[in-house]
């Protein structure tokens, strides 16, 4: 019984080591490359690439100031997963409609987020603030064709230190008019 | 007898611990279905990095029981240690480097000390010598007749950030140890591959107005442009015959799900909800997607046929299911288990099959998210943050094999392979 118990964790062990065994294919017996990834890539400058316009850095607050936005408008800050705007930024709401209505140039509203989210969900929940600030503004007789909405995901923070406060500043949306 | 009953059990656990990295909660006996297969390094100068990439390749192909010491040897002779003995395969490899690399590889039956496979690969660019070892293995494992790995030879592409609004694109291997910037300037992200022979990819670039997606062929440069978008714009993945892509898109700022046809340049719009609907998949017959929504006040995982309106949902656990790939009937999600504003969750990831609708956890450890299946479903590869370490990790769906590799640098912002 021992011996039979013996056997059968000896065969549980080992009964791998019946694999085929191939014969010595002797065509292979030559010199290789990797084939696929022999050549060599190409490294490109993409901000350099063509001669199209690049994007205007807006980016001229200092981060302490809880503003990131421009041209006299004030952002708009979100609580975690949120992107219902609060009643504590109706002000900065409403200053924002005023600066709008009178300017003549296009608005642009930049949605972000904090750096806890994850790749795609977290760029839709920056372009879901982006379009709430729009419909509000919109609800207060602002042309929609008068303003263009892009989320920066978490790719736009203004601080990187892990507290509260910091987190807090990054999930905002910016606005600049488009010059 | 009891001791040496306890023997041989503590021995087999061993092995199932010695290479299990990430838990899984199903447990297979696999062990003893695996080739033994000792390495001997011939070369002048012994490579640590060579021989422990090796090690990977044959670990995580799931087919190989590899003996983890390093020996030292002689290519140009069949001799083998009498401590080899009990391997089934020996595998002799001499690798040098000039200003070209070269690895020679000869694949020895310990039984009767016959030569079962010798070839010597070379490639010009140095940097890319793990790809000559996963090549090597990847045709080792072929002449035993395994099922084949051939995805260790496919690049890695992945952006990270480097600063505020800025990002670079690199190519790696599998392994991380090859890596260069194939785009860099401005702000470019979610690189995904365009085809099969990952001759070009797409990545978002947002050097202009708007979010625009471009094609790169990463050997010659040449560069498209496919197509901008309001809000934001993302190549979430490419049909099997490149001819489609599953675009999330935001032309009316309103995130939803496109099929974009690049023969007949039409676009279909797949979704329409008031929320969130991204990262959508092709699945099952490419006639279905998988994707992210927060239609139910929460993010979760939903299908829908790309010419039909009725939606299931696909996860019935968790609250937070945000990103997901798709492979023929098998779903993979992460899934936030913890709900913390203020510092990093738990994400675990988790593999579903819909023919069985059998749902098991792949992680048990850490922030585990990125999940992305291999070109041939088998490997799931994800990034895991751990004890402040950040780290990729695959596990084989078939052999339930997991391997870690350190990833140092930058925060990730989108991969595939």
Same mark, same amino acid.
């Given at each position: 019984?021992?011996?039979?118990?013996?056997?059968?964790?000896?065969?549980?062990?080992?009964?791998?080591?019946?694999?085929?065994?191939?014969?010595?294919?002797?065509?292979?017996?030559?010199?290789?490359?990797?084939?696929?990834?022999?050549?060599?890539t190409?490294?490109?400058?993409?901000?350099?690439?063509?001669?199209?316009?690049?994007?205007?850095?807006?980016?001229?607050?200092?981060?302490?100031?809880?503003?990131?936005?421009?041209?006299?408008?004030r952002?708009?800050?979100?609580?975690?997963?949120?992107?219902?705007i609060?009643?504590?930024?109706?002000?900065?709401?409403?200053?924002? @409609?005023?600066?709008?209505k009178?300017?003549?140039?296009?608005i642009k509203?930049?949605?972000?987020?904090?750096?806890?989210?994850t790749d795609?969900?977290?760029?839709?929940?920056?372009l879901?603030?982006?379009?709430?600030v729009?419909?509000?503004?919109?609800?207060?007789?602002?042309?929609?064709?008068?303003? #263009? #909405?892009?989320?920066f995901?978490?790719?736009?923070?203004?601080?990187?230190?892990?507290?509260?406060?910091?987190?807090?500043?990054?999930?905002?949306?910016?606005?600049?008019?488009?010059? | 007898?009891?001791?040496?009953?306890?023997?041989?059990?503590?021995?087999?656990?061993?092995?199932?611990?010695?290479?299990?990295?990430?838990?899984?909660l199903k447990?297979?006996?696999?062990?003893? %279905?695996?080739?033994?297969?000792?390495? @001997?390094?011939?070369?002048?100068?012994q490579?640590?990095?060579?021989?422990?990439?090796?090690? &990977?390749?044959?670990?995580?192909?799931?087919?190989?029981?590899?003996?983890?010491?390093?020996?030292?040897?002689d290519?140009?002779?069949?001799?083998?240690?009498?401590?080899?003995?009990?391997?089934?395969?020996?595998?002799?490899?001499?690798?040098? %480097?000039?200003?070209?690399?070269?690895?020679?590889?000869?694949?020895?039956?310990?039984?009767?000390?016959?030569?079962?496979?010798?070839?010597?690969?070379?490639?010009?660019?140095?940097t890319?010598?793990?790809?000559?070892?996963?090549? &090597?293995?990847?045709?080792v494992?072929?002449?035993?007749?395994?099922?084949?790995?051939?995805w @260790?030879?496919?690049?890695?592409?992945?952006?990270?950030? &480097?600063?505020?609004?800025?990002?670079?694109?690199?190519?790696?291997?599998?392994?991380f140890?090859?890596?260069?910037?194939?785009?860099?300037?401005?702000?470019?992200?979610?690189?995904?591959?365009?085809?099969?022979?990952?001759?070009?990819?797409?990545?978002?670039?947002?050097?202009?107005?708007?979010?625009?997606?471009?094609k790169?062929?990463?050997?010659?440069?040449?560069?498209?442009?496919?197509?901008?978008?309001?809000?934001?714009?993302?190549?979430?993945?490419?049909?099997?015959?490149?001819?489609?892509?599953?675009?999330t898109?935001?032309?009316?700022a309103?995130?939803?799900?496109? %099929?974009?046809?690049?023969?007949?340049?039409?676009?279909?719009?797949?979704?329409?909800?008031?929320?969130?609907?991204?990262?959508?998949?092709?699945?099952?017959?490419?006639?279905?997607?998988?994707?992210?929504s927060?239609?139910?006040?929460?993010?979760?995982?939903?299908k829908?046929?790309?010419?039909?309106?009725?939606?299931?949902?696909?996860?019935?656990?968790g609250?937070?299911?945000s990103?997901?790939?798709?492979?023929?009937?098998? @779903?993979?999600?992460?899934?936030?288990e913890?709900?913390?504003?203020?510092?990093?969750?738990?994400?675990?990831?988790?593999?579903?099959?819909e023919?069985?609708?059998?749902?098991?956890?792949l992680?048990?450890?850490g922030?585990?998210?990125?999940?992305?299946?291999?070109s041939?479903?088998?490997?799931?590869?994800?990034?895991?943050?751990?004890?402040?370490?950040?780290?990729?990790g695959?596990?084989?769906?078939?052999?339930?094999?997991?391997?870690?590799?350190?990833?140092?640098?930058?925060?990730?912002? &989108?991969?595939?392979?």
């Amino acid at each position: 019984m021992k011996n039979g118990l013996l056997i059968t964790i000896l065969s549980l062990l080992f009964v791998g080591c019946s694999h085929k065994v191939p014969a010595l294919n002797n065509n292979n017996n030559n010199i290789s490359d990797a084939n696929e990834i022999s050549p060599d890539t190409v490294s490109i400058d993409d901000h350099n690439y063509d001669d199209s316009n690049n994007m205007k850095n807006n980016n001229i607050l200092s981060s302490n100031v809880m503003n990131n936005s421009s041209d006299g408008f004030r952002s708009i800050y979100f609580a975690f997963d949120k992107y219902n705007i609060s009643s504590n930024m109706q002000s900065n709401m409403s200053t924002n @409609i005023k600066v709008a209505k009178d300017s003549s140039h296009k608005i642009k509203l930049e949605g972000n987020c904090d750096e806890f989210g994850t790749d795609e969900y977290n760029y839709a929940l920056g372009l879901k603030r982006a379009k709430a600030v729009k419909d509000e503004m919109v609800s207060q007789s602002i042309a929609p064709a008068k303003m #263009i #909405i892009i989320s920066f995901g978490e790719s736009n923070p203004v601080c990187k230190e892990s507290t509260n406060s910091c987190y807090e500043r990054n999930r905002r949306v910016d606005i600049h008019l488009l010059k | 007898m009891h001791k040496l009953i306890l023997l041989l059990i503590g021995f087999t656990l061993s092995f199932n611990m010695l290479f299990a990295v990430d838990a899984t909660l199903k447990i297979k006996k696999d062990v003893e %279905q695996r080739t033994h297969i000792a390495l @001997i390094d011939c070369s002048e100068a012994q490579n640590s990095k060579v021989f422990k990439i090796f090690l &990977s390749d044959f670990k995580i192909s799931g087919h190989f029981l590899v003996d983890t010491k390093h020996y030292i040897g002689d290519i140009s002779n069949n001799f083998i240690l009498p401590k080899l003995k009990n391997k089934e395969y020996v595998l002799k490899y001499k690798f040098s %480097q000039n200003n070209s690399s070269k690895l020679e590889v000869k694949l020895l039956n310990v039984s009767n000390g016959n030569i079962i496979f010798s070839k010597t690969y070379s490639i010009l660019n140095r940097t890319k010598m793990p790809f000559l070892i996963h090549k &090597s293995v990847s045709e080792v494992n072929n002449i035993l007749n395994y099922p084949n790995i051939s995805w @260790i030879n496919r690049y890695v592409v992945y952006s990270v950030y &480097s600063a505020p609004r800025h990002s670079e694109i690199y190519l790696s291997d599998y392994t991380f140890n090859y890596k260069k910037i194939i785009v860099r300037g401005g702000l470019n992200l979610f690189p995904k591959w365009a085809d099969r022979k990952q001759h070009n990819l797409y990545y978002t670039s947002y050097k202009n107005v708007l979010p625009t997606l471009y094609k790169l062929n990463i050997y010659t440069g040449t560069k498209t442009k496919i197509i901008s978008s309001e809000g934001m714009l993302v190549c979430s993945d490419v049909s099997s015959d490149g001819s489609k892509l599953l675009l999330t898109m935001a032309p009316n700022a309103q995130a939803d799900i496109y %099929q974009l046809n690049l023969l007949t340049h039409s676009k279909k719009r797949i979704t329409r909800f008031n929320g969130i609907d991204v990262n959508g998949r092709y699945a099952s017959d490419e006639n279905h997607i998988i994707f992210v929504s927060n239609r139910l006040g929460y993010p979760n995982i939903f299908k829908k046929s790309i010419n039909a309106s009725g939606i299931s949902q696909m996860v019935y656990h968790g609250r937070n299911n945000s990103s997901c790939d798709a492979y023929g009937d098998k @779903i993979i999600y992460s899934s936030r288990e913890t709900n913390n504003a203020f510092r990093n969750n738990k994400f675990n990831i988790y593999l579903l099959s819909e023919s069985t609708l059998d749902t098991r956890p792949l992680t048990t450890t850490g922030s585990n998210q990125f999940p992305r299946f291999s070109s041939d479903g088998s490997v799931v590869m994800f990034l895991k943050q751990y004890s402040g370490h950040t780290s990729v990790g695959y596990t084989n769906l078939n052999s339930y094999q997991s391997l870690l590799f350190p990833f140092y640098g930058k925060k990730v912002q &989108s991969i595939d392979w």
